[in-house]
């Protein structure tokens, strides 16, 4: 009996989380493999620049 797994992907995509509690967010790939993503973005709600957090994943 021969049973296939499947290859994780190399990328995810992740979302990153207004830090001004907006709920505004960003979509982004990046590396499976890397570091949680934090940038400084542009939150168009409070019209600022603003830090940008990686949310946790929510499953089931």
Do not use: C, H, N
């Not at 990328?11 to 990046?30: E, F, K, P, Q």
């Not at 973005?41 to 990686?54: A, C, H, I, N, S």
Request: no cysteine.
């Amino acid at each position: 009996m021969v049973i296939f797994v499947a290859a994780k992907s190399r990328t995810i995509a992740v979302r990153l989380l207004s830090m001004a509690m907006t709920g505004y967010y960003r979509t982004l790939v990046r590396p499976r493999a890397s570091r949680p993503l934090s940038m400084m973005k542009y939150d168009p709600v409070v019209k600022r620049q603003v830090l940008f957090l990686e949310q946790k994943r929510g499953g089931k």
